[in-house]
């Protein structure tokens, strides 16, 4: 079961121009948001294949939204595309001025996923958030939310949705939840990561998964509760990944390979400490100043990078228990 | 304000005075650009009395022929009465020109100007030249240079920043105003923008990680502190941190550059690439921010360290013997082709 669980198909849909490509490419492949104009419609299907955890590869469909690519995916490609589908993303461009018609789209698409993979999960995307006024927001993504659910039949009670733009941090919001949908074994990295922030005594601890710094997870102690930034994971992912951007564009390599081993700030009210971690992650840690504050977090940080080690292999290579 | 918000700007009418606060004060005066201020009528004295350096905008999109004229009459005219005044010409808004044209059209107008100056007997006019746009560094690194024409002491701060250079291997190394992140003195080695591009993005995200970090948990936290340093006499730092704390509430602005840059905040990174980033705090206004690509850099940080606390005091006295200076002033003449 598990092995086929990491192979699971994701499929990026929605009406062309909403943005599908566009989200893929910042996300997965380190565009930044003003690169994106250059993007193309997509023809058929784009596949790629996302390494994110050791044993986790995202199997990634981004499907042209042009209305003759839609018709064959629902006739004569129906079963080559809906089959073994654990996710389905769909994207709805706010600025559509035909959101009835999108909705019977989208509702054609449901229908399709029920015949072949009921139990696949699906998440809506409402795109382009930036073109609507700030004020109205919140009222406007509710009301297509509405929307939505009522168009989701059997899978309206599952269906999670969220507002996004490529131009703040609500991408990573979206993203990160729906990649942290897909990961099993969550709470063997979690005993791992609180074991790590109890020897540094930090406040918080964060896995990011290291190419599109998505947080897979997130420890905050007691030491570190009232936090005024209840959106500081997705806001971390957009601050670092854009200094990823920079490296790179300094250093003129593709972006999508890690930037950095180690990165610390030792501030007058805190510690910060961004370290690889394994092959594919890297570990946040914040914890009181002082300069042998971050020596000892450095060591610990390495001890405990060696007991997670095994948790990059595949799954039926490991036999260790989590840390007692 | 972000760039795109520029477009938003009303034209300048009348002269305003704006205070650039770094290690010490300069005053900017935005003037007016379709106001000609030698011609008779004006207060030149007043205007043009107390300045320091003249910033003059072309529109590189425009016609600047009418421009460079202009310029020509200025220079000429204050040459009579003030010839220490420095003039830096900004070819501005150079993002919308492809990249051939650029350099020709930067040429032309260099060419243009210091012909018609070299026809009127001015064979060394103190002007420079720089390419601008506010979409990218360019602008910033155009009004470090600006700035720098101000400082008496720039040879003695670039003496040692060479020194701090050349001893621990970094490629480049800026000494850069936490608040505008203008840099006041570098390494005198080429210049290149892609570093000072780089490092201002570095500082940029320190300040972002700062923000969303150093408010946090107080109470607890300083509890902590003081149970830890009951075993460990080396850190008595943090007694005197916990009288910096910032308070709950405070907005991004006001928290934003000094909170990194107290008690001697420092950074670094170790880049994949053999790239490393080296950040200190050397007072609340100035940081010193370089890189370098020498192997076993990272693991000579300790001398490093050492090397820069020294250069650290020699800033602070310099800076100390400047203090009592008076202010000097900078003006900016904007001429508007629009
Ligand atoms: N304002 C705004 N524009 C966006 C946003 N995301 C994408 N766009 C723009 O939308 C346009 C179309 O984006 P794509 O990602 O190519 O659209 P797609 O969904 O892949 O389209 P098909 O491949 O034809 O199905 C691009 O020009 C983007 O610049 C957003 O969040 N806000
Ligand atoms: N393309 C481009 N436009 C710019 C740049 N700098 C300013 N602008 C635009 O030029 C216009 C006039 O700018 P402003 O500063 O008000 O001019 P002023 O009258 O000289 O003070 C605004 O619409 C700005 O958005 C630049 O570097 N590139
Ligand atoms: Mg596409």
Known sequence: GKVKEAKQKILLMGKSGSGKSSMRNIIFSNFVAKDVR????????????????????????????????????????KKFVFDHVGVLIYVFDIESRETERDL??????????????????????????????????????????????QSSRSYAKRMVSYPTTIWDQSLYRAWGNIVNSLIPNMNVIEDYLRHLAESIEAQEVILFEQSTFLAVKHIRTARGDGSPYPDRLERLSHILKTFKHSMATFTESSSSSHQFEEFYISAPTFNLVISNFTSNTCVLCVFPPGDSEITCARINIGTARQEFFDFDMPVSSRQRSPLA | MPPTETVFLPTTVSIKKHMLKSFRTFDIWDLPGQINFTSSGYDTEGIFGPAGAIVWVLDAQDNYVESCARLFETVMSLQQT???????????????????????????????ITDDLDDAGLTNPPITFHSTSVYDISISEALSKVLQLLIPQLPTFEALINNIAVNCCFHKLYLIDTLTKLFIASDTSPGDTASYSLLCDWFDTLMDLADLYSTEGQSNESHAISERNNGDTSNDRNAVNGSALVKPGATMSTLAPPYITENDAHSFVKGSRGIDLYLREITVQLVLVGWSKQSGFAERKPLIDYNVSLFSKAIKDCLQVIAPDPPETEEAQSSDNS
């Open chain 1, 104 to 149: 019977l789209t989208y509702i054609q698409i449901i229908k399709c996923l029920e015949q072949y993979s009921p139990h696949a999960c699906v998440f809506c995307l409402v795109h382009k958030m930036d073109l609507v006024q700030v004020e109205s927001r919140d009222a406007v993504f509710q009301e297509r939310r509405a929307l939505i659910t």
């Open chain 2, 82 to 112: 003030r010839p220490n005044i420095k003039f830096a010409v900004f070819i501005h808004k150079t993002d919308s020109i492809s990249d051939d044209y650029r350099e020709d059209t930067v040429r032309d107008i260099q060419q243009r």
């Open chain 1, 38 to 77: 250059r993007l193309g419609a997509t023809i058929d299907v784009e596949r790629s294949k996302v390494k994110f955890l050791g044993n986790l590869v995202l199997n990634l469909w981004d499907c042209g939204g042009q209305d003759a690519f839609t018709e064959n995916f629902l006739t004569s490609q």
